[in-house]
Each structure stands twice: as structure tokens, then as C-alpha cells.
């Protein structure tokens, strides 16, 4: 089939690069000229397992970057994948989902042939019919019979996308019309996963219900945890044992410092906005955020109870980025914990395999090293902020800190003396 893609940044790409291997015809229509210019080269502008690879197979044969609306008006199928970030209040910016819908439309002002316009974007239930479909059909002048709509979300996780594109655990298709539907099933033809058809509202809704319920979940094991941490219990024995029985199942139980990340922090906070607008107190949401909020503050403590004031001693952070396999800082638990040692006059000396200049963009002036046993050289304690697997192995490294004071904030470690912060 012919697609367009609109937005090549992470999802937008992923998304393309997954489409054009499976055989697919794709345009990504990115306004960044440089990152329009590496794509084409077989550069991914973002780092991703896989992506490298598959990128440079398809480039400049079935897969084709631009910076304008030319040349889709043939096009089957539109995805827009642009961002939505919060906006100040929490609620989504749909600025340019607005924008790309308009030039979509704008684009397709002369086609004949029935097309499907597909909103990847993560949005606020009701946005594809409340923005996406007026803009569309004002812009192009075209029917509401002649274009279909259809909502799409996506549920990959940073660092494994190109894997959670290729093993779905579920297709979720919301439409305007069975026809709409079908042309994307259409786009899925070959995947084994189960397909879900539903109204473009319910599928929007899905998107934030599942984020929302796997953060719901880790906050659950950081309650729990923190409790488990003043009984002498360990936490990971506990959630171990609740996620055998099949209907609470072991994922998302890892307690710590808390999820960070572009999506969990963002899709929570914009669905409490949508329910406070809709004169609803959504409790249970405004937990989950809350209890997040407080995990830094929780290793902090730890860290003091064991060697007092921080003020002019010497913390190693192991790990920057939000979770392992990225280099990805955004809302990193690692930022409010790196704050509060600063504020209380902490030396703090960082490592992440990937993420350094990343955190540099927010700390300049913290030091930074370049394997992790520099960043431990003379440290009066140690905090682990990352799961990166190869902290597994780097035991003999803490041979080489002031005094061993090792507090892991994930679960990632495989030493004696050892202190998570919830065990
Ligand atoms: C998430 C969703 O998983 C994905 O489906 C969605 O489309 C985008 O948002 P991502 O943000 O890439 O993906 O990361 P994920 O692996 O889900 O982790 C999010 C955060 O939760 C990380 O900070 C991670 O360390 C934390 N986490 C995860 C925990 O603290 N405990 C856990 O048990 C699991």
C-alpha cells in the first residue's frame, strides 16, 4: 500500500521504517530539514535498537523522507504521528495535530480515490472527531463519505519499539466506518495479533487507560514497597509472589524510584485534566502521580539515614537516562534526585552509558565520567537511578569508593551489601 507518515520522530519513524520493511511504500513528511536529511542518508536522528539496520535496507527504495505535502495525494493511508505535549495545566498542546491534519487536507483537495486518515498520536478521547476530522474536511473541501478516519495508538516502549512494532500483543483500530477499518486492518495484513475494532473514542481512550493502568501498577508496588521497607520485608519476593496469579500477571511490579519517561508522566497527567473537565475527581489518578512524585524524595532519605548531611560529599549517580537501553532523560527519575543533592550542597558525579550529554542539557555543571568505576573513584556513596544490565557486572568497581555505601534506586544489582530502596 502507499503510506504517508506524518512526524518522523520516534514513533513516526519506528512506525515507518516497520511499515516500508513489511513491504509498504513510505513517505515521512518531517519539518525539520536535518532530520529530514538523515533520514534519508540511513541516519536514524534518535537512537533505537534495530532501527539503524532496517532503516538503511529500506531507505531510497520504498521509504523516502520530505519536508513538504508533496506528492501524497495518491497515498492510501495517512498516519500522523506528531507529538502532543503538555501543555502548563497538564492538558495536551493538539497544535500539531491540527496542522498536520489541515495540510493533509489541503494536500488531498484534487484526489478522487478514498482515503484514510489515521491519527497515531497519542490524544484526549474525542480529539480525531472534535479536531482532526472538521480540519480535514474544511481544508480539502472533500466529503465526509469520501475520506475515512480512523485511530490507531501505539504501544511501544522506548528502546524495544522496533520489537513491540514487529510482536504486538494487540492491534486496536478505531473508525468512522467499517471501510475506514478495514483499510488499516489492510496496512496489519500478515500480523498474528489480535485486531480490535472499536469507535475512534473508545480507541483513544484505550491508549491512555493502558498507560495509565501500568503506571497505576508500579505506583501499587512503590506503596507496597515502601511499607515492605519499614517491616524488613522484601518487596521483590512479594511482588514476585502476587504476579503468579494470572489476572494481576509479574510485569510492571518493580518497585523504586518510579516511572519517568515522554509517555507515563504525560498520558496520566492528561487524562486527570480530561476528567477534572468533565467535573469528575479522578482520585485513583491523582495516587498514582502522587506516590511517583515522592519516590526520589524516598532514596534521599536512605541516603541520609546512612551517612548524614550530603553537603560537600561526593555521590556517584549510576545512571541518568529514564530507563536502560535509552538515552532518553525526559521526566528521568534522575533529575528531581540529582536537584535535591545539589540543594543540600552535594559533589555529584555522574555515569549513563548513553544518556550523559542528554542530562547535560539540564545539569551543565554536575561531573560527568565516562565508565562507571571513574564515577565511583572516591564517592562517599553510590546511587543507582538506571537499570542498565551492565551494572550487573561491575561489582569490583565499588573496591574503589570511599566508603561502600551502595543504594539502588532500581532493581538491577547482583552484590552483597546492597541497599534498594524498598528492601
Ligand atoms: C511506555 C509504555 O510501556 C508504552 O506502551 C507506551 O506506548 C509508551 O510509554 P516507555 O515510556 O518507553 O513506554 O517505557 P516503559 O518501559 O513502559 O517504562 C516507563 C517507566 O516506568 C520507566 O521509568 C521505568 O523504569 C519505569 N518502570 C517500569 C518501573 O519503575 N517499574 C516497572 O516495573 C516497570
Avoid at 555515569?351 to 545539569?363: E, G
Amino acid at each position: 500500500m502507499e503510506i504517508t507518515v506524518v512526524g518522523g520522530g520516534y514513533v513516526g519513524l519506528v512506525t515507518s521504517v516497520c511499515f516500508a520493511d513489511m513491504g509498504h511504500r513510505v513517505r515521512i513528511i518531517e519539518i525539520d530539514p536535518q532530520k529530514v536529511e538523515l533520514i534519508n542518508k540511513g541516519i536514524p536522528p534518535i537512537y533505537e535498537d534495530n532501527l539503524e539496520e532496517i532503516l538503511k535496507k529500506n531507505i531510497g527504495k520504498n521509504l523516502t523522507a520530505q519536508s513538504d505535502y508533496q506528492f501524497i495525494e495518491k497515498s492510501d493511508v495517512f498516519f500522523i504521528c506528531v507529538g502532543t505535549p503538555p501543555q502548563e495545566d497538564g492538558s495536551a498542546n493538539l497544535r500539531y495535530l491540527s496542522q498536520a491534519a489541515e495540510s493533509i487536507g489541503q494536500a488531498l483537495r484534487d484526489s478522487t480515490i478514498f482515503q484514510v486518515i489515521t491519527v497515531k498520536s497519542t490524544v484526549p478521547p474525542g480529539t480525531t472527531e472534535s479536531v482532526v476530522i472538521p480540519a480535514v474536511i474544511k481544508s480539502s473541501g472533500r466529503t465526509k463519505d469520501s475520506i475515512g478516519f480512523c485511530m490507531n495508538p501505539e504501544f511501544l516502549r522506548e528502546g524495544r519499539a522496533i520489537k513491540d512494532f514487529k510482536n504486538p500483543d494487540r492491534i486496536v483500530i478505531g473508525g468512522n466506518s467499517d471501510i475506514a477499518i478495514q483499510v488499516v486492518r489492510d496496512v496489519y495484513s500478515g500480523f498474528s495479533a489480535p485486531t480490535i475494532t472499536t469507535s475512534l473514542k473508545a480507541a483513544e481512550m484505550i491508549k491512555y487507560a493502558s498507560n495509565s493502568f501500568l503506571a497505576m501498577k508500579i505506583s501499587f508496588a512503590n506503596e507496597i514497597g515502601n511499607l515492605c521497607k519499614k517491616l524488613g520485608i522484601n518487596v521483590y519476593d512479594v511482588m514476585n509472589g502476587i504476579g503468579y496469579d494470572h489476572r494481576i500477571n509479574p510485569y510492571f511490579l518493580n518497585a523504586g524510584l518510579g516511572f519517568g519517561g515522554s509517555c507515563f508522566p504525560k498520558d496520566v497527567m492528561a487524562l486527570i485534566r480530561l476528567a477534572e473537565k468533565n467535573d469528575l475527581d479522578p482520585l485513583l489518578l491523582q495516587s498514582v502521580i502522587a506516590v511517583n512524585e515522592k519516590q526520589p524524595n524516598k532514596i534521599i532519605s536512605l541516603l541520609k539515614e546512612r551517612i548524614g548531611s550530603v553537603s560537600g560529599k561526593r555521590i556517584a549517580i549510576l545512571g541518568l537516562a529514564f530507563k536502560d537501553n535509552t538515552d532518553d532523560v525526559r521526566d528521568s527519575r534522575a533529575i528531581p534526585v540529582i536537584q535535591s543533592l545539589l540543594d543540600e550542597g552535594a559533589d555529584v558525579v555522574a555515569y549513563d552509558p548513553m544518556a550523559i550529554a542528554s542530562m547535560k542539557i539540564y545539569y551543565p555543571d554536575i561531573q560527568y565520567r565516562n565508565t562507571a568505576g571513574d564515577a565511583l573513584d572516591g564517592a562517599d556513596a553510590c546511587l543507582v537511578l538506571t537499570e542498565w544490565p551492565e551494572f550487573r557486572d561491575i561489582d569490583t568497581c565499588f573496591d574503589r569508593m570511599k566508603s561502600r555505601v551502595i543504594i539502588e534506586g532500581r532493581k538491577i544489582l547482583s552484590i552483597e551489601g546492597v541497599e534498594g530502596i524498598c528492601w
